[in-house]
């Protein structure tokens, strides 16, 4: 009996030496590496950022039914961008990547200001403040890399320009003022629109945009207190560049 034990101990391990033997022996097999699949820019997102904007108007006029000479102002400043939309990606439309299709919405609460200069009167002046602006349109794309969409876009828009208070060089108010106006025109932009695929986040992307944008013409009629018809009018030419970067969440993304 203790023969049989023995030889049934020594049979298991010349079993396992030969075994461990065998697996020395093998080449080590590495598990395949694990690959993130590539994230798809189709779907819906909202998002928020910040940005800078600069603003040129043009203007010219009349006092008194004689044109006013052609004169410039520039604002400058900080501004806020929320915003949202949905976008579409088609796979082997072209041979540069694939492409996307989308459409947004976009409100920019702003503080671009700068000084006025009144033309009828170079002892007055103001401050011009661009307060808020919207934005309607659409983008195309190309997803260049398996993360990053390039794209350009355009569409409608409109600027809140705030009621410019005239001052005369001391400070003291001039008892004038220009009233609030809402400007309407067209944007152009491009920008660049990066996938974060490597946090645990799924549909977190960084966007990054510039924009020119091109409002009608508008008059303003200058505004007394007290009495109506200064006879004083100007005409505003604007537009507005701003630059923003944004994070966005796809929530849509499959």
């Given at each position: 009996?203790?023969?049989?034990?023995?030889?049934?101990?020594?049979?298991?391990?010349?079993?396992?030496?030969?075994?461990?033997?065998?697996?020395?022996?093998?080449?080590?097999?590495?598990?395949?590496?694990?690959?993130?699949?590539?994230?798809?820019?189709?779907?819906?997102?909202?998002?928020?950022?910040?940005?800078?904007?600069?603003?040129?108007?043009?203007?010219?006029?009349?006092?008194?039914?004689?044109?006013?000479?052609?004169?410039?102002?520039?604002?400058?400043?900080?501004?806020?961008?929320?915003?949202?939309?949905?976008?579409?990606?088609?796979?082997?439309?072209?041979?540069?990547?694939?492409?996307?299709?989308?459409?947004?919405?976009?409100?920019?609460?702003?503080?671009?200001?700068?000084?006025?200069?009144?033309?009828?009167?170079?002892?007055?002046?103001?401050?011009?403040?661009?307060?808020?602006?919207?934005?309607?349109?659409?983008?195309?794309?190309?997803?260049?890399?398996?993360?990053?969409?390039?794209?350009?876009?355009?569409?409608?828009?409109?600027?809140?320009?705030?009621?410019?208070?005239?001052?005369?060089?001391?400070?003291?108010?001039?008892?004038?003022?220009?009233?609030?106006?809402?400007?309407?025109?067209?944007?152009?932009?491009?920008?660049?629109?990066?996938?974060?695929?490597?946090?645990?986040?799924?549909?977190?992307?960084?966007?990054?945009?510039?924009?020119?944008?091109?409002?009608?013409?508008?008059?303003?009629?200058?505004v007394h207190p007290t009495f109506v018809g200064t006879?004083?009018?100007?005409?505003?030419?604007?537009?507005?560049?701003?630059?923003?970067?944004?994070?966005?969440?796809?929530?849509?993304?499959?």
């Amino acid at each position: 009996m203790k023969k049989l034990l023995l030889a049934i101990l020594a049979t298991a391990a010349f079993s396992g030496s030969a075994y461990a033997a065998d697996l020395a022996a093998r080449p080590y097999a590495k598990a395949p590496p694990m690959v993130a699949p590539a994230p798809s820019f189709t779907g819906c997102y909202i998002g928020a950022g910040i940005g800078y904007g600069l603003l040129d108007d043009e203007r010219s006029g009349t006092s008194f039914g004689s044109p006013l000479p052609l004169s410039t102002s520039a604002a400058k400043g900080w501004l806020g961008s929320i915003g949202g939309g949905c976008d579409y990606q088609f796979a082997g439309v072209t041979p540069f990547g694939p492409l996307v299709l989308g459409a947004f919405a976009d409100w920019d609460p702003s503080n671009i200001k700068g000084n006025f200069g009144d033309p009828v009167n170079d002892a007055k002046y103001g401050v011009q403040k661009l307060s808020s602006a919207w934005f309607v349109g659409g983008r195309a794309g190309l997803v260049v890399m398996p993360n990053v969409l390039t794209y350009v876009s355009g569409g409608w828009t409109g600027a809140r320009i705030d009621q410019i208070n005239l001052l005369w060089n001391d400070g003291t108010s001039a008892n004038l003022y220009l009233p609030a106006q809402t400007a309407h025109g067209w944007f152009l932009g491009s920008g660049m629109e990066y996938a974060f695929t490597f946090l645990p986040i799924k549909g977190l992307f960084w966007k990054n945009e510039y924009r020119y944008s091109r409002y009608e013409g508008y008059d303003q009629n200058y505004v007394h207190p007290t009495f109506v018809g200064t006879r004083n009018t100007v005409h505003n030419s604007v537009d507005v560049q701003t630059i923003t970067t944004s994070l966005v969440w796809r929530f849509g993304t499959p």
